[in-house]
């Protein structure tokens, strides 16, 4: 150090106080828990170590009409308010309308320097420089960076500048992701909020979410009736909650410290579904190798909900109008009554009054069934209950994949939009796969028209009678039916009756698992989320379809 000049040390010094700064900023933008303090922080250090004093930024007021000073150091906080700018006004002004620097060497000699924030009696008698740095986003200007100093100081003012243009990079930064904070903030708030009320009429409203009148309605009629021992018929399509329904009528009848069960009278072949309803005796049939009590037993003292009753064959029918007149069964092969005190509650998507007028129905067993009938409206009647619902899911999914996935702009308006023919289960279906779909944790419009397309393939199928066939309406014999279904029932489902839609597999499904494998790059649960299928659903398809496993596994 003895053989460098007086000039080069100081050189090597201030070198190394502005790497100080830019350093000690740095930090400060990685710890800071507000952009208040980091960004004071920073006007704080440049005043400390660089003599670059009563730092400013300066940001557009709400309106937009202005510029004011946000962050300051040094200024008093009535200097603070009176630093408000037009864009067509004083130096500060230009440099956000132009996006240019300004340095102003005497500001006694600028015209355009307004003395407005600090008055000359405030400022050292000497003379004083000012520079103002415009806060770039994306070669945007958002803000400007203001300093005063001294003129006749050691420190060059091109060192400053260089300093400066840095600081108001990092400042740039600071705002940007605060900006992306409050937006997301702001849009967690407002979804929080609406559960919040949502969740808080949920004790009024027996666990159902929705405001809309015609929910309203149908909670209404349901609690008029829990309480009375009347038969109650469900009626709405397909998803709108008629076994949710069914147990808000259970947990506030007297029957609710009983058994409620539940069973899907399409999801199971008429063979298995009479010993599943009555139960059988051992020997009944092949493989009944001991005596088993069915739902109707199980469910003595409380409640059993039927859906879609309108699938049970005329023989079972007449069984089942046994029990609601006297309260008695016969098991599968037996011959020994038996007293249940059970109640009945069934649901169906089904016109059962055209179903008796073509014979399929008997009218005795339909008027048992339809003492108190109370109809589901379908989601596209729910006057704003799509967005509660959509948000109440996507809480759930981010919940259940660990995920932290918001819902962007126009998401809610398209699928308040959309018809919605498989109503509640299909909404959080589609909710449940934007959200293993969204790429950046947030799902767009786009990710949601993707969706709702395959979704409307599906509808236009089912309308033209493409669709799988349940194993009633296939003409499969009835010994090869009874077979299936018990391969089925034993590897597919193992969980007869829990609203689960009942199809064959399909040698033309390969493809679309195959092509959906591809899309979720060999991820068999995100590919099963995409057809709308359960993981265990999609390996057992892939095992039929004989499809080569990628080795990605379920993660």
């Known amino acids: 150090m003895d053989n460098l000049t007086p000039q080069f040390e100081s050189d090597v010094i201030k070198a190394e106080t502005d790497l100080t700064v830019v350093q000690e900023a740095a ?44 962050y300051s150091y040094g200024l008093t906080e009535e200097e603070r ?26 500001i006694d000699e600028e015209p355009d320097y307004l003395f407005r924030a600090v008055d000359r009696m405030t400022l050292p008698e000497g003379v004083v420089a000012y520079i103002a740095i415009p806060i770039l986003d994306e070669n945007s200007p958002v803000g400007v960076l203001a300093v005063h100093r001294l003129r006749m100081r050691p420190r060059s003012f091109s060192a400053d500048l260089v300093i400066l243009r840095i600081l108001a990079t990092f400042i740039a930064q600071i705002i940007k992701i605060n900006s992306l904070i409050d937006e997301r903030t702001s849009h967690l708030k407002e979804e929080n909020q609406e559960l919040k009320n949502a969740l808080q009429n949920q004790q009024s409203s027996h666990g159902i979410l929705g405001q809309s009148p015609v929910i309203k309605d149908a909670l209404l009629q349901v609690t008029r009736v829990a309480k009375t021992e009347v038969t109650v018929l469900l ?25 409620f069960l539940a069973i899907n009278c399409a999801a199971i072949p008429d063979q298995l579904l009479e010993s599943e309803l009555f139960g059988h005796e051992r020997g009944a049939f092949t493989g009944a190798s001991a005596t088993k009590p069915g739902k109707i037993e199980l469910a003595n003292g409380g409640t059993l909900f039927l859906d879609e009753i309108g699938d ?51 009218l005795d067993l339909f008027y048992r069934l339809n003492v108190f009938p109370i109809h589901l409206p379908p989601l596209r009647d729910r006057d704003g209950d799509v967005r509660i619902l959509a948000r109440h899911f996507l809480l759930s999914a981010n919940r259940e994949y660990g995920r932290y996935t918001l819902l962007g702009s126009g998401v809610i308006e398209r699928l308040e939009s959309y018809n919605w023919p498989g109503n509640i289960r299909q909404l959080e279906n589609v909710v449940k796969r934007a959200v293993l779909m969204a790429e950046d944790g947030t799902v767009r419009v786009l990710d949601i028209e993707s969706i709702l397309r395959q979704e409307s393939m599906i509808s236009q199928h089912l309308e033209a009678g493409q669709g799988a066939a349940s194993p009633k309406s296939r003409n499969v014999p009835a010994g090869e039916q009874m077979n299936r279904g018990i391969e089925s029932y034993s590897h597919e489902s193992k969980n007869w009756g829990s609203g689960r839609p009942y199809s064959w597999v399909r040698n033309d499904e390969a493809s679309e698992l195959t092509d959906a494998l591809q899309r979720s790059g060999g991820n068999k649960t995100r590919a099963a989320a995409m057809l709308g299928m359960t993981p265990r659903q999609f390996r057992y398809r892939m095992e039929k379809l004989d499809i080569t496993d990628t080795g990605k596994g379920d993660t």
């Not at 956000?96 to 102003?104: D, K, P």
């Not at 009626?235 to 009983?258: C, D, M, N, P, V």
């Open 235 to 259: 009626t709405g399509e397909s998803g709108t909650g008629k076994e949710r329904f069914a147990q808000i009528l259970h947990l506030y009848s007297t029957r609710k410290e009983q058994p």
């Open 81 to 106: 308010e009176r630093g408000v700018y037009s864009f067509e006004e004083g130096i500060t002004g230009r440099v956000m309308r132009q996006g240019q620097l300004a340095v102003v060497q005497n």
């Open 312 to 362: 049970l064959n005329l023989e079972l029918q007449s069984k089942l109008l046994r029990v609601l007149e006297g309260q008695m069964l016969q098991r599968v092969g037996g011959n020994k009554d038996i007293p249940v005190d059970v109640r009945i509650v069934t649901a169906t998507h089904k016109n059962l009054q055209e179903a008796v007028n073509q014979g399929q129905f008997r």
């Open 27 to 70: 930090k400060l933008i990685g710890h800071s828990g507000s952009p208040d303090s980091a960004i004071n922080g920073i006007l704080r250090l440049m005043s400390e170590m660089l003599g670059l004093n009563r730092g400013r930024v300066l940001l557009c007021s709400q309106d937009q009409r202005a510029l004011q000073i946000q």
